[in-house]
């Protein structure tokens, strides 16, 4: 999923989970807002971890 500068996005209720890709593998914001309520987001596999604080990238 991408998020577009600009854009807002509201999840609820929805898991996003084994995405793979270049740049991200569950959601790549690219300068959005970006609210997630009761929906996880784990299993995914982003390619450009190197210099990042996300948890878990690696």
């Known amino acids: 999923m991408i998020i577009r ?3 807002q ?3 609820e209720r ?4 084994n ?7 569950g959601i790549l914001n690219q300068g ?4 997630l ?3 996880p987001v784990r299993n995914n596999r982003p390619d450009n971890c ?3 604080p996300v948890p878990g990238c690696s």
Do not use: P
């Not at 995405?19 to 593998?25: D, V, Y």
């Not at 959005?32 to 609210?35: E, M, N």
């Open 5 to 7: 500068f600009g854009f």
């Open 14 to 17: 929805l898991t996003i989970t």
């Open 32 to 35: 959005g807002t970006v609210t």
């Open 50 to 52: 190197a210099g990042t």
């Open 37 to 39: 309520t009761r929906s």
């Open 9 to 11: 996005v509201q999840l």
């Open 19 to 25: 995405g793979a890709g270049g740049f991200g593998g």
